[in-house]
């Protein structure tokens, strides 16, 4: 399965009062907008069935000490997002404190 990180950039002071906010926050300043992010790295991992367990496994990934070196992002966190790519079929997912929201491919533009 491909997997793309996408963080907030930090250009305008929008997007930097966005970062590590919940979703329901985010929608109250808002929403969660594609153009507010940034792509910061991409790859492939061993798809399991379940999305949640590939998105906690990816969490841990980027969060621990085995990080790819040439990632340079931050550790994942909250307002990040990761889309899912197999068998050309996408999905996005944003990182929220208690889990994973799928964003709505009209309102994020999906590809």
Known sequence: ????????????????????????QAAQLGGIHRENYR???????PSVPEVVRMLLRL???FNGSNRPVDFSGHSMS??????????????WWYCD?????????EEWGQI
């Open 78 to 91: 909250v307002s990040d997002i990761v889309r899912l790519t197999e068998n050309g079929a996408s999905s």
């Open 59 to 61: 969490f841990a990934l």
């Open 97 to 105: 404190p208690y889990g994973w929201m799928e964003l709505n491919g």
């Open 39 to 45: 792509r910061v790295y991409g790859g492939e991992i």
């Open 1 to 24: 399965m491909k997997y793309e990180i996408y963080q907030l950039k930090e250009d305008t002071m929008e997007q930097v009062k966005l970062r590590f906010m919940a979703s329901d």
